[in-house]
Nanobody, 124 residues
Framework: QVQLVESGGGLVQAGGSLRLSCAAS????????MGWFRQAPGKEREFVAA????????NYADSVKGRFTISRDNAKNTGYLQMNSLAPEDTAVYYC?????????????????WGQGTQVTVSS
């Protein structure tokens, strides 16, 4: 069993940066692929980024590639999403998730555990 709690969301101006954190409980977190998803108002939840259990492999949605960086610290049971050059279209609730699938898999169904989400709002 893994419980996930996101933090670090907030209001930022376009061009700014935020770093989201995902604190996990349970010693097995380090064995899971970790992913970040987001859901904008009126839209379906979409994949943002994923990182393998060891941190050696990452995968990004085209819309965030080059701007966002996913990372993890297994010793701290915490994952991160560094978001730079934010734009209004990045406004969404951001969720972290843990699962056993490959980092290349962007489907929600591959993730077993989800956090409650944190709001990111980017003003123009």
């Amino acid at each position: 069993q893994v419980q996930l709690v996101e933090s670090g969301g907030g209001l930022v101006q376009a061009g700014g940066s935020l770093r989201l954190s995902c604190a996990a409980s349970g010693r097995t977190f380090r064995t899971y692929t970790m992913g970040w998803f987001r859901q904008a108002p009126g839209k379906e939840r979409e994949f943002v980024a994923a990182i393998s259990w060891s941190g050696s492999r990452t995968n990004y949605a085209d819309s965030v590639k080059g701007r966002f960086t996913i990372s993890r610290d297994n010793a701290k049971n915490t994952g991160y999403l560094q978001m730079n050059s934010l734009a209004p279209e990045d406004t969404a609730v951001y969720y972290c998730a843990a699962g056993t699938g490959a980092t290349t898999n962007q489907r929600e169904t591959e993730y077993n555990y989800w956090g409650q989400g944190t709001q990111v709002t980017v003003s123009s």
